[in-house]
């Protein structure tokens, strides 16, 4: 694009206070209207097909009109209607900045950055919480404005309005106001709420009436009022339990190699190296600019401006010139103090300097924006005049008349613009985002909860508490043990410092108990209204065919990120401490077999601590096999269903009683020499079961299917390949011959059983096994009841080899029935693999005995 004709420009703020306005505007004299919040559009010459960000239709003709600052295209007509702000204003528009929580870089296609609004054609990052999509040197300018999820300190309001997103909507997405299609595959544009998901053009959103209720989810989500996080300075990736992406790290994605600059002549663009402070220098941080080898110094000084986008008038500013040397000898050369007039001379009459820094000017005066911290202000901001003589007092008697408040609590005489002169130093970017908050000074009582995991099991108190002092060094003084779980082997800090909970934080990452990891995570104090039934999630990125990641990305996105947990970052645990004061939530598990069995085993022994002790159940299955799912009518496995329609699927479900089953495993003496290199577990043992417990062939050929995706659990991706690893290791089998019968003696309900001759022996709770095959059988038989999950009996049932197992699955028979009971005792003559709901080992020599577990899981059952 060629240039065109330059906007005009403002000046300085006037010393008026003004309500959330920005001191430089762009005007555009074609626009016949007020300008734009922050842009500044010059006219264009348009070489290729170029969309209007506003109205999203075609720019016909060759002329537009751009944002020098953020890249905005737009329509002439369309310059008076544009409301989205610019890149560089957006940050002081929100009052209460929320970080962003990205994960590692990936590829998304049609997909656009809110930050330079063009394409995302290189590996990009997302954040992890809401829609906000940014190139990799892009997020250092990127608005911190992610969803307020959480009451933070002493702010307390229950009414939430809508939070716009723009843009990287769907070409099909439909206007709630106007029904007509708003969304682009082509530009940047459209807006999305946040929180209840309502779309809009970017002419409709602002009639939409502000309040948000939550949309269709509002029953199901976790109010962002009811949740009280005290941590303040404490990081929201450790908050929202989101893994720390270290590829992002501030200068790593604009850095350069040295050396870079292209000297060239004079036709060409040189590129130069622009620091913005000291703070830029020390890290190696700068952006890149390119101008034309006869650029004035105030040309270099605007587009230094605009690539950190700042949208102020540049006579504020000014070059100066580094070296090699200088940078390590903080020796400064100004440009402007040469002796000719440097805005008229061109930056390259010398040698190219090997880097560039931008200065703001001293100044006698400052306007500063003051924020209030009560939300009960409509304004966003009021800017204020300060000068040399201004102090905290001077400032709060000035501003607290403009807010509505008349009460002076402060008595600090600190000079505000010598605060101001160091942070120009630092970095103009950081001057120009710099706030001042004005609030009541009331003392707030700083309170993190760290669970730290991994310790011993059935400790006490002091016993965890020295091992902590030991192996972290806590401070007592200001950590104190809150809760313990001994079964979990885990308990609850309480900490009342800032630096002392991140210190902890990290320094457990890297500490071991008896050779055991630790782990730890955030919790949050939550007040839940007695009206409200939030869903607590539970994700295992693992399971199955390894959607579980995506899956955690779109519930924290249609959720309270607060209300969704990895299960590999500290189990269920963290998830039931979290809501164990809420009086009534609901649980979807989206996992295996394997998976649920762990959360309700979980769930059993933290029961007794829950205000809600029988939380309902629902199923997402992720896994190979997900009987228990095929069950309770959620399917056979997900195949990439939009999870929005699961969450209104979850809501409507039915709530059905689940039996399940204690089996205590008591060895008579720990076997040596495993079969297959298993080491043995330290008997006795106790394990629940939900679906079905088996012993010989089709343990045996479970635990070969674990050890094959224990070596590549990379190629385990999709249940077809799991399916055709367990087909093989099956062929494998089919010549083999053994007699469980005479390895093992069955007794239920104190009665002996004479076991047929079978190679495998199967308790069965559901009526659902190996992925769907009903094993037991459809035909009636007057010996036993039919079998139902919540009748209090298990099924028992024998194979006689991997072709019956074979047959079974395909549908052409049943297994053999054994016996109907309640209570099963079963002593094992030899080691015998054994499997429970997917998870087998070696069982050494000794008895299992199985028997109810109560009460009964309160499962949902889809419609």
């Given amino acids: 694009m060629a240039d065109g004709t330059r906007s005009v420009r403002g000046g300085s703020p006037a010393s008026s206070p003004v309500l959330g306005g920005r001191g430089r505007a762009a005007a555009v004299a074609a626009a016949g209207g007020s300008s734009p919040p922050g842009h500044g559009f010059r006219r264009v010459t348009l070489t290729k097909p170029t969309f209007c960000h506003y109205c999203t239709d075609f720019i016909w003709g060759l002329a537009g009109y751009q944002c020098e600052v953020c890249n905005f295209m737009s329509h002439e007509k369309c310059l008076k209607n544009i409301k989205v702000p610019c890149s560089c ?4 528009l929100v009052r209460v900045p929320v970080a962003h929580c990205f994960g590692s870089p990936g590829h998304y296609k049609r997909k656009f950055c809110t930050v330079c609004r063009k394409s995302l054609e290189s590996p990009a990052l997302r954040c992890e919480v809401c829609e906000l999509h940014v190139h990799t040197d892009c997020i250092l300018f990127a608005c911190s404005d992610c969803r307020q999820c959480h009451q933070d300190g002493h702010q307390d309001h229950d009414t939430y309005h809508h939070h716009w997103r723009e843009g990287n909507l769907s070409s099909s997405a439909r206007c709630e106001v106007c029904k007509k299609t708003c969304g682009s595959s082509e530009v940047l544009s459209g807006m999305r709420c946040e929180w209840c998901g309502i779309l809009a053009h970017a002419a409709c959103y602002v009639i939409v009436a502000p309040e948000c209720t939550f949309g269709r989810l509002r029953n199901m989500i976790l109010p962002p009022s009811c ?3 005290f941590s303040r300075n404490f990081s929201k990736l450790h908050c929202f339990r989101v893994t720390e992406n270290l590829q992002t790290e501030p200068g790593k994605s604009v850095k350069v190699a040295d050396g870079s600059l292209s000297t060239g002549t004079s036709g060409e663009r040189p590129t130069l190296k622009i620091f913005d402070g000291n703070d830029a220098v020390k890290r190696n941080q700068f952006r890149l600019i390119s101008v034309p080898r006869i650029a004035k110094n105030e040309e270099v000084v605007e587009a230094a401006l605009r690539a950190y986008y700042i949208n102020d008038d540049q006579q504020e500013y000014e070059l100066q010139t580094f070296t090699q040397q200088a940078l ?3 020796d400064v050369i100004n440009r402007n103090d040469a002796v000719e007039d440097s805005n008229l001379s061109s930056v390259f009459r010398e040698s190219v300097p090997e880097a560039w820094i931008i200065r703001a000017k001293p100044k006698d005066e400052e306007v500063i924006r003051i924020y209030p911290a009560w939300l009960k202000v ?16 001077t400032v709060i008697k000035e501003v607290l008349p403009l807010l509505g408040k008349q009460r002076m609590v402060l008595d600090n005489q600190e000079l505000i613009l010598n605060r101001l002169k160091d942070i120009r130093k630092t970095s103009i ?15 707030s009582i700083v309170r993190v909860n760290l669970l730290v995991g991994g310790l011993p099991p059935q400790l006490s108190r002091e016993e965890y508490t020295n091992i902590l002092k030991a192996e972290l060094a806590i401070k007592t003084n200001v950590v104190s043990v809150s809760h313990v779980y001994q079964a979990q082997g885990a308990v609850v800090l309480e900490i009342s410092c800032f630096s002392e909970a991140e210190r902890i934080y990290m320094l457990v990452k890297d500490t071991t108990v008896n050779d055991k990891p630790l782990n730890t995570d955030t919790l949050l104090a939550s007040k839940i209204p007695q009206n409200c039934c939030p869903i607590l999630v539970f994700v295992n990125p693992k399971s199955g ?14 959720l309270n990120p607060h209300q969704v947990f990895e299960l590999t970052n500290g189990g269920p645990l963290p998830g039931f401490h979290t809501f164990s004061k809420v009086p009534s939530f609901r649980v979807l598990v989206c996992g295996g077999d394997g998976t649920v069995g762990w959360v309700l085993g979980a769930l059993e022994e933290i029961r007794h601590k829950l205000a809600c002790s029988e939380p309902s159940v629902a199923i997402l299955p992720l896994g190979t096999g997900n009987d228990l799912g095929r069950v309770l009518r959620w399917g056979a496995g ?8 699961i969450l209104v699927s979850v809501d409507e479900a039915d709530d059905v009683l689940m039996d399940r089953w204690t089996i205590l495993l008591d060895a008579d003496e720990p076997a040596e020499g495993a079969e297959n290199g298993v080491a043995e577990p330290e008997p006795p043992k106790i394990v629940q079961m939900n679906n079905y417990c088996g012993l010989g062939i089709d343990a045996e050929l479970s635990l070969d299917f674990h050890h094959a995706r224990e070596e590549e659990p990379g190629k385990f991706n999709s249940r077809f390949h799991n399916k055709g690893v367990y087909v093989k290791v099956g062929l494998q089998k089919i010549s083999h011959t053994r007699n469980l019968h005479k390895d093992i003696k069955l007794q239920v309900d104190q009665q002996e059983v004479e076991l047929p001759s079978i190679e495998g022996l199967i308790f069965i709770n559901i009526p659902s096994w190996g992925s769907g095959a009903d094993l037991w059988g459809s035909d009636s038989d007057n010996r036993f009841e039919k079998p139902r999950i919540d009748d209090g009996l298990l099924e028992v049932v024998g194979v006689t080899g991997v072709v019956h197992m074979g047959q079974v699955q395909g549908g052409f028979r049943s297994g053999i029935r054994i016996a109907q009971g309640s209570y099963f005792r079963v002593t094992l003559l030899k080691p015998i693999p054994v499997q429970v709901d997917g998870e087998p080992w070696i069982q050494a020599p000794g008895q299992i005995i199985i028997s109810a577990a109560g009460p009964k899981v309160l499962a949902q059952q889809r419609r």
């Fill in 89 to 92: 204003v957006a940050p002081s």
């Fill in 227 to 229: 949740v009280q996080l």
């Fill in 328 to 330: 390590l000898s903080d």
């Fill in 378 to 393: 409509g304004m966003a901001y009021v800017s204020l005049r300060i000068n040399k003589d201004s102090t905290t007092q």
């Fill in 429 to 443: 970017r950081q001057m120009n985002q710099t706030r001042f908050y004005i609030a009541e000074n009331n003392k």
């Fill in 545 to 558: 065919g390894l959607k579980g990641r995506d899956l955690l990305y779109s519930f924290r996105k249609l």
């Fill in 638 to 645: 997900y195949s990439g269903e939009d999870p929005y329609s």
